[in-house]
């Protein structure tokens, strides 16, 4: 098969679909019951002068605002790729989840500051209030999270918004302790202290949210997968002598993709050896989304030279031989047999 390039890339099967209809209407229904909570939630807040409500009303805004902005996404994703946005609109429920991890960091730092402030000079706290509606908003979470885990989770946004559920939850059934603390005792620094506990857990919930975001705005490899070890596993296969120019990314959240260049040795069946790496990668890994291009070792390239791999030691084109396939690698080169990364 000299004289022909084998740049082969398979595209079939690869599913991208976004979230049905049905998931739209679990995100809505959460969304119109935590909105309508929320905004009795501030107003008995400032009736008791409760710090704690206001936090977790505070904290139930980002949630629906992260709803909200994963209903959004996923309309936007669901457009198809067309012009210069050559994935479409996939990254914008990461986005959203940005925008969401930045806005409860922001919370988080007002809501200490007056936490803080209440530890020092703490206010008259109407403790039966605050107790009544702190368990009335842990039914309330309760079907929010019932509500949002029959959505598809695979989202970044759909997981967030659940997460941020759950930690709505913990921080309820704390304000719900502080409020029955001040009832009993008058102990009033107790809603400042269940204020601070939701800030922790905003923090938490932020700090993930921009970490994980950030991630995939960057094309780090998806959580869980080692490239370094991913380039010995596809190197090992068969016929294989070299892999390099691997890349491996998220377009989206749980919608990885790998790109490689694949060398096999000569005389070697190219289009099975993709067929089989393409299988791996979808068995082991989970990657549908894979661009191989594979080239017999050897094979002459334009001027009549060997095929040989840039090592990232020509710092410019003229330094290049004239065989070599490229000034820089991309990362590491795998070949067969210990090696370093």
């Known amino acids: 098969m000299t004289g022909h390039a084998h740049a082969h890339g398979d595209h079939s099967g690869h599913s991208h679909a976004v979230s049905a209809d049905a998931d739209r209407r679990w995100l809505r229904a959460a969304l119109i019951l935590i909105t309508a909570f929320m905004a009795i939630e501030v107003v008995i807040g400032f009736l008791a002068r409760s710090l704690a409500l206001i936090s977790d009303a505070a904290h139930m805004l980002t949630d629906a605002v992260s709803i909200v902005l994963a209903l959004i996404a996923m309309r936007l994703a669901a457009r198809p790729a067309r012009g210069g946005y050559t994935y479409g609109l996939k990254r914008a429920e990461i986005l959203s989840a940005q925008a969401n991890g930045v806005t409860l960091l922001v919370l988080s730092v007002w809501l200490a500051y007056e936490a803080i402030h209440r530890l020092i000079e703490p206010p008259e706290v109407t403790g039966g209030l605050v107790l009544v509606t702190a368990l009335a908003g842990v039914a309330v979470n309760l079907v929010a999270t019932w509500f949002i885990s029959k959505a598809n989770r695979s989202s970044l946004n ?44 905003m923090l938490k919930a932020g700090i993930g949210l921009v970490r994980d975001s950030g991630r995939i705005f ?20 068969d016929q294989v002598v070299e892999v390099h120019d691997l890349h491996v990314w998220e377009i989206t959240s749980g919608d990885p993709a790998l790109s490689a260049h694949v060398l096999v040795a000569p005389g070697g069946d190219c289009h099975k050896v993709r067929r089989t790496l393409q299988e791996l990668l979808a068995a082991e890994y989970g990657i549908t ?53």
């Open 158 to 201: 759909v997981e967030g918004a659940y997460q941020h559920l759950l930690t709505d939850l913990f921080g309820f059934i704390a304000t719900a302790v502080a409020g029955a603390v001040v009832l009993t005792t008058g102990f009033a620094r107790a809603d400042a202290i269940a204020s601070l506990l939701v800030v922790a857990l």
């Open 218 to 237: 960057m094309e780090a490899a998806p959580a869980g997968v080692d490239p370094d070890e991913l380039g010995d596993r596809l190197v090992a296969a």
């Open 289 to 341: 989304h894979a661009t191989l291009q594979v080239d017999h070792l050897g094979e002459q390239d334009g001027g009549g030279d060997l095929l040989r791999i840039g090592d990232g030691q020509y710092s410019d084109t003229a330094d290049r031989p004239s065989g070599a396939h490229c000034a820089d690698t991309h990362g590491p080169v795998h070949r067969p047999g210990p090696h370093d990364h």
